[in-house]
C-alpha cells in the first residue's frame, strides 16, 4: 500500500526542525543569529515589495524561514555511502563534487539535497557532506593510528540503519516509522563531549591539521554549523557585532550587488568547548575543542558556465591583487578591490539572460494569464511542447519578453563555493599557518568512496530553466 508511506520531503522538514532545536539548545549564540535573520528579512520584506514579489514568483517565499544548511565531515568510505543511503530516505542526494584541498583543506565535499524546485521549496534543507583526505597525512605513524581510530568508532545508531534498509525495500516509511527515523538519525550529529581518543592522539592530531582532529577525535560527526538564508548579510554583519555575536572578518563570495549572484557567506567564530579525553586506564581528562560555529547566507541567482567562469575570474582577479588571504586588516581594502573587479559583471538580470550568465525561470506574466482571450487554448500535448520549445528562437524569446508576455525570474543558486567554503573552514580552525596540499583533485575516488556519481548542479539549472519555457510556452499555445 504505496499511499501509506510519508513524503521524503516531510521528513526532511522534521528532520531539519529537530536538528535546529537541537543546534539551539547546544549552541545557544544560533539561536541569537536566527532571531537576528529574522527581524533583517522582515525588514526587508516589507521595505522591498520587488523582493518579496520575486520570492513569491518563484515560489521560494514560504521557504524562507526554514532555509537552513548544516555541515559534517567524515572519515571513512563506509561513513559517506552510509551517509548517502540515510539522506536519500529525505529525498536528499548529493550534487556536485568540491575540492578542497587546493585551498588548504584536506578534504573533498558534495552536497546532499533535494534536486527538483517543488521538493526544495517544500524544504530547502541541505547538508554540505565532507571526506576526509587521510591520502594527504604526509605522517605515515599517525595515518595508520587515525585510520584505526576510525575503524572503531560506529556512526549510526543499529535503528537508523535498519530504517534506511526497511525505505529501501519497501520503497518508503510509514508516519511511525518516519517519526523514528527522525528521531534516531538526529543521534549521528549530536556533540558528544567525551571523545575515544587520548588527549597525546588529539593534540598530534590537532598539530597536523586542526580539521583531522575534529574528526577523528570524536564519536560521529557533529554538526559543526546551521546557516539560515538572509535577504541581507550585510545588515546581518553589523547587526552581529552590535548583538555580541563576533562575526568573521570578511563576507566570503561576490559583493554587494543589485541582483545577488550565487552565495555570500559570514559567520560566528567556533566556540571553545570542554570535552574529556580518554585515558589508558578508562578515566578522563580535560581539554578542550574549537569546532561548532553559525553560519549566515544570502542566497542570488545561479550561474551558467559561462557566467561561472566570469565570477571565477573576476574574484581571482580580486584576490590575486590584495596579494594577501582577505582577513580583519586588510577587509576595507579587499571591499573595495573586489567591487572594481565585479564591475566587469553585469548588473542587470535581463542582460544576465541575455548574455547567458545565470540561468531564469520564464513565466507568463500575470496580466496575460489572466486574460485568456488573448492567447490561444492551454495545449497538454508534450510532444508538441517539446517541439515548440526547441523551435522558439532567441529572438521570439526576447520580443515575448521585451513584449512584457513572459517574465523572468531568476533561479535562485542550491549550491555551494569552494573558494568561500576554505575560507568558512579556515575562519573556524585557527590555523596559524595556510597549508599546502599537493596532488590532483579526485573526484573519481570520492564518488567510489560515496557508492555513486554525484549529479552535476549545472545540468539541474538547465532543467529548471528548460521546464519553465516548456510551461510557458505551453500556457501561450500556438501564437508562439
Ligand atoms: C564546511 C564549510 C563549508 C559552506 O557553507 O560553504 C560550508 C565545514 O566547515 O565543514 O559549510
Ligand atoms: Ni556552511
Redesign the pocket.
Known amino acids: 500500500m504505496k499511499n501509506t508511506f510519508i513524503n521524503s520531503d516531510d521528513i526532511r522538514h522534521d528532520f531539519s526542525a529537530a536538528m535546529s532545536e537541537m543546534y539551539q539548545k547546544e549552541v545557544p549564540l544560533y539561536g541569537d543569529l536566527i532571531d537576528l535573520v529574522t527581524e533583517v528579512n522582515t525588514a526587508v520584506l516589507s521595505e522591498q515589495p520587488e523582493v518579496r514579489q520575486q520570492l513569491e514568483h518563484t515560489g521560494e517565499l514560504d521557504r524562507l524561514n526554514m532555509e537552513r544548511?548544516g555541515?559534517i565531515?567524515l572519515g571513512t568510505a563506509h561513513e559517506l555511502s552510509m551517509m548517502r543511503r540515510l539522506f536519500a530516505v529525505m529525498g536528499m542526494y548529493p550534487v556536485g563534487y568540491y575540492d578542497l584541498a587546493p585551498a588548504g583543506v584536506p578534504v573533498h565535499s558534495t552536497a546532499f539535497r533535494a534536486i527538483d524546485t517543488q521538493s526544495l521549496n517544500n524544504s530547502p534543507f541541505r547538508v554540505?557532506t565532507?571526506l576526509l583526505r587521510l591520502d594527504l597525512i604526509t605522517d605515515e605513524a599517525l595515518k595508520q593510528e587515525a585510520i584505526t581510530a576510525l575503524n572503531k568508532r560506529n556512526i549510526f545508531t543499529d535503528k537508523v540503519i535498519n530504517l534506511i534498509k526497511r525505505f529501501e525495500t519497501q520503497g518508503g516509511l510509514t508516519a511511525d516509522e518516519a517519526q523514528q527515523f527522525v528521531k534516531e538519525a538526529l543521534e549521528t550529529f549530536r556533540w558528544h563531549d567525551k571523545t575515544p581518543v587520548s588527549k597525546t592522539l588529539y593534540q598530534r592530531l590537532l598539530a597536523q591539521h586542526g580539521l583531522i582532529a575534529d574528526v577523528v577525535g570524536f564519536k560521529g560527526p557533529h554538526i559543526?554549523?546551521l546557516?539560515p538564508r538572509t535577504l541581507d548579510i550585510d545588515a546581518v554583519q553589523a547587526g552581529m557585532q552590535a548583538k555580541g555575536i563576533p562575526p568573521k572578518a570578511i563576507i566570503e563570495g561576490p559583493p554587494k550587488r543589485d541582483c545577488p549572484i550565487l552565495l555570500r557567506?559570514t559567520s560566528f567564530k567556533a566556540l571553545e568547548e570542554p570535552v574529556s579525553f580518554q585515558t589508558p586506564e578508562g578515566s578522563y581528562e580535560t581539554g578542550h575543542h574549537t569546532a561548532r560555529f553559525g553560519?549566515i547566507?544570502q542566497r542570488g541567482v545561479a550561474l551558467t558556465p559561462k557566467g561561472r567562469e566570469l565570477y571565477d575570474r573576476l574574484l581571482n582577479q580580486a584576490r590575486n591583487q590584495l596579494q594577501a588571504t582577505p582577513n580583519a586588516d586588510n577587509a576595507t581594502e579587499y571591499y573595495q578591490i573586489l567591487e572594481k573587479s565585479f564591475e566587469a559583471f553585469p548588473d542587470d538580470y535581463l542582460t544576465l539572460h541575455n548574455e547567458a550568465l545565470a540561468y531564469f525561470y520564464y513565466q507568463v506574466a500575470d496580466d496575460v494569464a489572466a486574460s485568456g482571450d488573448d492567447i490561444n487554448a492551454h495545449t497538454d500535448d508534450e510532444a508538441q511542447t517539446n517541439a515548440l520549445s526547441d523551435s522558439v528562437s532567441k529572438q521570439t524569446l526576447s520580443e515575448l519578453i521585451e513584449q512584457k508576455i513572459i517574465r523572468l525570474e531568476p533561479i535562485v543558486y542550491e549550491d555551494?563555493l569552494p573558494v568561500?567554503?576554505a575560507g568558512?573552514?579556515q575562519s573556524?580552525l585557527h590555523d596559524a599557518e595556510q597549508s599546502h596540499y599537493e596532488g590532483s583533485s579526485n573526484q573519481q575516488a570520492f564518488e567510489r568512496a560515496l557508492g555513486a556519481s554525484v549529479y552535476d548542479e549545472l545540468a539541474l539549472y538547465q532543467t529548471m530553466q528548460h521546464q519553465s519555457l516548456k510551461a510557458c510556452l505551453s500556457t501561450l499555445g500556438s501564437d508562439v
Do not use: D, G, V
Request: proline share 0%.
Open positions: 544548511h555541515a565531515r554540505f565532507s559543526n554549523h546557516t557567506q553560519e547566507e555551494f568561500s567554503a568558512i573552514f573556524n
